[in-house]
């Protein structure tokens, strides 16, 4: 028992020492750094080294932002990092490098670790030499608690301790660097929505050319063909038209078939923008009817969808498109037989899961069917997890806020 209580508190006051180590590394850093300060500062008052100021801010980023992982990996707590982006022209880069609180902050940690940073390890060396003594016979011997080894852990802590209340941004800082992020989200989601915006208005389009188009275009043929031969029988007189009334018939017939083939194409397309089943049947309707006719054996669970308010026409759309790919895609490329779909009410929005039982594997890179689902779902704000490890399962969640 003393000598697992006593590898213990050398394991422990081992892996403090590491620690304390990397930041009296970092200490000498600082020890070199302060002269690219003093570089710096001689090159801005000469105008013409004023570019050397920003590339020298980013520089002492990277070194808190490396003491910021370190201290993260000791406490399990990670710092926030919350800067002014260092961008546009070298006049704005410098104003926005000097004018950024960070900046001081940074500098404030980098003299106050100029100090404690091996100041902390010379006083850990030497509680290294008094527990080798006093804790090998007080912990090894008697069988007693260490009370030498875990102050180099406490010194540990009181330097993560430290440097977690120098490094850490204010408030503001923290508010202005959320509001940078979500506007930066914000933008590349924007950019997501008006691609898949465009790569829909493509396929309607292609969809209407190739089908509907080509339809109605064989319909006016047919008719023009229809109405010449009955002109034709009409001039002859009757009788005497070269015409049999059976072509007129037929061609007729043709006509009609197409006129169907057409609504049938349309009726594709107004599906492919907003399904009327969603309309008719609402969300949990609709994908049952999706799950009816997908060739697997899907399961559909409902937990609250279908009782109380429905949720917005767009948040049940992209949810009915996101269950009708990942159906598509188990039938077709997982060689899948059972399937599971389960809708979800929270209290924030609409929750679905699908989940297949196939080989798995399933790749964003490798076609456009999940990237269109993130894309539909993050142009709502929502979120969208896809878990496919090779041989299986398959699991798609996706979280669409919206109010009930």
Known sequence: MARTELRDALARADRASMQLLMGAGMALLSYVFVGVLLFTLVASLIVIGLGVLPETVLLLRRMT???????????????????????????????????????????????????????????????????????????????????????????????TRWSTALLKPSPEAERNAELAERVEELTVTRAGAVAAHGAELRRIERDLHDGTQARLVSLSMRVGLARRAYDKQVAAGPGEGPQDPDVIRKLLADAQDQAEEALTELRHVVRGIHPPVLTD??????????????????????????????????????????????????AKHSGARRATVELTRGAAGLRLLVSDEGSGGADESGGTGLLGMRRRVAALDGTMEVVSPAGGPTRIGVELPCVW
């Open 65 to 159: 932002g490396a003491k910021r992982r370190q201290v993260g990996r000791w406490s399990g707590t990670e710092i926030r990092e919350a800067y002014t982006p260092l961008t546009g022209t070298l006049v704005e880069r410098v104003q926005k490098a000097v004018k950024d609180p960070g900046t001081y902050r940074d500098l404030r940690w980098l003299v106050v670790h100029f100090v404690h940073g091996l100041l902390l390890l010379y006083v850990a060396l030497l509680l290294w030499v008094i527990g080798a003594l006093v804790d090998g016979v007080w912990c090894g011997l008697l069988g007693r608690r260490a009370v030498v080894l875990p102050l180099i852990v406490r010194l540990a802590e009181l330097d």
């Open 281 to 330: 049947r609402g969300l949990a309707g609709a994908v049952r009817a999706l799950a009816a006719g997908s060739g697997l054996d899907v399961t559909v669970r409902d937990d609250g969808v279908e009782d109380g308010p429905r949720a917005p026409a767009a948040v049940e759309a992209a949810a009915y498109f996101v269950v009708a790919e990942a159906l598509t895609n188990a």
